[in-house]
């Protein structure tokens, strides 16, 4: 009897021990690995200025994703319509960025790697800015 109260208490302090081990491993585990997204930050590709409708020159996207982030005001002639088309290299509309009546400023988020360029259609000032997640 003595000996089997030995040989339950050693499997029971084994098995304590054990899983002890495991949720340790599983916890540091956890906080050592950091989220994919904490470590990426939005960094400039190109930045467009102007004040007249105009297509960019394409640009190279290299991360999944990426924003558009803009500003427009209105000019001399006051209110007026601003728009931005995305458009990949080959022609073909990806997206519309920005579509506004006078002071507005905003940030639209594209996804996919690949070439684009923007169709930009306005008669006040503008900045846009151009970023991909790296």
Known sequence: ????????????????????????????????????????????????????????????????EWRIVWDTQPGNLGDMNFSISVYKSDG??????????GKANDSSYVRGKGEYYLSINTGQPYTITVEEKK
């Open 1 to 64: 009897m003595n000996m089997k109260k030995k040989m339950l208490s050693l499997i029971m302090f084994a098995a304590f021990l054990g899983w002890g081990l495991v949720l340790t491993g599983c916890g540091s585990e956890e906080a050592s690995a950091p989220s994919e997204n904490s470590e990426k930050s939005w960094t400039e590709v190109i930045k467009f200025e102007g004040e007249s409708a105009k297509d960019t020159e394409t640009f190279n996207i290299s991360s999944n």
């Open 92 to 101: 073909s509309l990806e997206s519309v960025a920005a579509n506004v009546i």
